[in-house]
């Protein structure tokens, strides 16, 4: 595995919705809005009041071209984007994992070993253990036991917690100095994005994600400063492949955004599943549906700030994952005491086609 290199040494592009068209459409989403149910706010955990009706019809629109380009060919979903790129294509240009992490600045650490709480599951830390052991998957880190699977992955824009031997693993301070990549001088941004990654059950946990533009002082760099690699889509992806080694990527089953804080995100969940419902694991399953039937409710959540880098990870990388689909999102609380909204959403591959039959339904999971 290169991943002793990788310990040496993060959403590029918006879908256009094709809004003025879609609203002329009876089906549209705005023209579905009125239809859309009302939603109880008589108790609170941390959720705003429910996503207004142009909020909701942004999220619709977004998540329709996400769930159109993952299932569509390159060359078809290309023409989704506002402004095709020149070359054609939105394969990512980042395949070369983990080498392309210290390329660009990223260093790779254990966030266990950062706190120890990064790594516990539990009731005590992130809440998902009931979650995890629900999916029949394991909620232990590795070295926990012979069932401990899971890897907590930090990635540090910059070397901000010392060498493998610093046992105390203390914060050094790289906001602002220098690294250098084909002959061009960039700044460490300190960002970084904390992943769970359990490959043999085919699991991502997101955890954590700060990318460079919602940094103190990063956020108002010109763009021409902030490393090319640092969308949580293209981290997503090169962490998952990174310990998948060179076994097959399509392997992949489950994304969980973990303990929500994304406010617009919070919202769209309330407006699509009532605060009233919103329980415990196992919680609500909401599927995607088919095209030309498709759910609005899993749709404006695939729309989501915190959904949209698992689409475009899917899109920009289509021949390594397969064709995967997402088929749903089951939306729960995490355990702890905090309680706070939790998405797992659910892929499986794409169904072989065969004439004159319409297959398995996207959302049967």
């Known amino acids: 595995m290169k991943l002793a290199a990788f310990l040496a040494a993060v959403v590029t592009a918006d879908l256009a919705a094709g809004a003025s068209a879609l609203a002329s459409s009876p089906n549209s989403p705005l023209n ?110 590795v070295g926990e036991g012979s069932d401990g699977k899971n890897h907590v992955a930090w990635v540090h824009h910059g070397p901000a917690w010392g060498d493998g031997d610093d046992p105390d693993y203390l914060h050094h301070d790289v906001k602002g100095k220098t690294y250098k990549v084909e002959g061009k001088t960039y700044k460490y941004t300190d960002a970084y994005y904390q992943l769970g990654i359990n490959d043999e059950g085919g699991v991502i946990l997101s955890l954590n994600l700060k990318a460079p533009e919602y940094i103190d002082g990063p956020k108002d760099w010109p763009k021409s400063e902030l490393p090319q690699l640092r969308r949580a889509s293209d981290i997503m992806y090169g962490l998952w492949k990174t310990y998948r080694e060179s076994k097959p990527l399509n392997t992949l089953r489950y994304i969980m955004a973990v303990q929500i804080t994304n406010e617009p995100t919070k919202a769209l969940i309330v407006r699509a599943i009532g605060e009233d419902n919103i329980a415990p694991w196992p919680g609500t399953f909401v599927g995607i549906g088919e095209s030309g039937n498709l759910r609005d409710e899993g749709i404006a959540l695939l729309g989501a700030p915190i959904s949209q880098p698992i689409a475009y990870m899917l899109i920009q990388h289509k021949e390594e994952f397969g064709g995967l689909r997402i088929v749903g999102v089951r939306v729960f609380l995490s355990s702890d005491t905090i309680r706070k909204a939790c998405m797992l959403w659910y892929l499986k591959p794409a169904a072989p086609a065969t004439p004159g039959a319409r297959g398995v339904p996207d959302d049967q999971v």
Request: charged share 30%; aromatic share 12%.
């Open 32 to 141: 579905r809005i009125a239809e859309s149910r009302t939603h109880r706010i008589d108790k609170r955990w941390d959720l705003p009041q429910p996503a207004g009706d142009w909020e909701w019809y942004l999220a619709l629109c977004k998540g329709e071209n996400l769930i159109d380009a993952i299932r569509e060919t390159d060359q078809e979903a290309v023409l989704r984007f506002q402004r095709p790129p020149p070359e054609m294509t939105v394969q990512s240009k980042f395949h070369d994992f983990p080498d392309e992490f210290g390329h660009w600045g990223w260093s790779y650490y254990n966030g266990a070993r950062i706190n120890a709480k990064n790594g516990d599951f539990d009731h005590t830390g992130w809440g998902i253990s009931d979650a995890l052991q629900g999916m029949k998957v394991s909620d232990k880190i």
